[in-house]
């Protein structure tokens, strides 16, 4: 079963949900509210228990 986060992760998490916003947002502007976005939507689902680069990118797949 998934865990839900409390607002914090460790450092190998945020290394995850940095890669995962690195790969899906390459063609996105630093500063682009799109890359905003993603990051935002990432987050989210990492607060909801989807917390491998694998996962986010298949939850991200499905929108």
């Given amino acids: ?7 914090s992760a460790t450092p190998e998490q945020l ?3 940095a890669a ?5 947002g390459a063609d ?9 976005s993603l ?3 990432i987050m ?3 607060e909801n228990g ?6 986010i ?3 991200l797949s499905k929108r």
């Fill in 20 to 24: 995962a916003l690195k790969e899906l």
């Fill in 15 to 17: 290394a995850i949900l």
């Fill in 28 to 36: 996105l502007p630093l500063t682009s509210p799109e890359r905003e």
């Fill in 39 to 41: 990051a935002a939507e």
């Fill in 50 to 55: 989807i917390e491998t680069l694998e996962e």
């Fill in 1 to 7: 079963m998934k865990m839900r986060h409390n607002g």
């Fill in 57 to 59: 990118k298949t939850a």
């Fill in 44 to 46: 989210s689902l990492f």
